[in-house]
């Protein structure tokens, strides 16, 4: 597993399934950067990769490390091959469900108090949600998951 250090941030990708065909893939890092795609089917392996090579390559900054939740589409050959090739360095065999470890949860847990789906179509209010939340706030999970995953390893992969 990569050490995370305060200046190398995780740049963490989340797919949220809707109850429409849509799905959404968020992306964002320590400084700023962020990304919301949505995908009208479901993310497989090559839809990911197009998400990659359009919203997260460009923003890749030599020595990151991408945290991605573990579906299928996340981990399969294809995809591992293909970050592989673009030399992305990959956050490896953290627990699956880990909360601790997954600053993502957060994020979307801050977006849900903005997010209002009744007023607005779902799609507009999930972005109105999503770039609502600070900065500030991406900032100091990231900076929380080196603390977050030295717990993890002192609690040998059990929950902290």
Aim: net charge positive; aromatic share 8%; charged share 25%.
């Amino acid at each position: 597993m990569p050490k995370i250090q305060p200046q190398t941030k995780a740049l963490i990708i989340k797919t949220l399934k809707t109850k429409s065909a849509a799905e959404v893939a968020d992306i964002f890092n320590y400084g700023g950067v962020r990304e919301l795609c949505r995908v009208d089917d479901n993310i497989n392996s090559p839809k990911y990769q197009d998400i990659l090579a359009a919203h997260y390559i460009p923003n890749h900054k030599r020595g990151q490390v991408l945290q991605q939740d573990g579906t299928p589409s996340h981990t399969s050959a294809s995809t591992s091959k293909f970050l592989k090739a673009k030399k992305i360095k990959v956050l490896q065999d953290w627990p699956a469900q880990s909360p601790d470890m997954n600053i993502t949860e957060h994020v979307w847990g801050k977006m849900k108090e903005a997010w209002k789906p009744k007023t607005l179509e779902l799609w507009e209010s999930c972005k109105t949600a999503f770039f609502a939340i600070p900065d500030d706030f991406i900032n100091k999970l990231s900076e929380s998951l080196p603390r977050r995953m030295d717990a993890v390893l002192q609690a040998r992969g059990s929950h902290t």
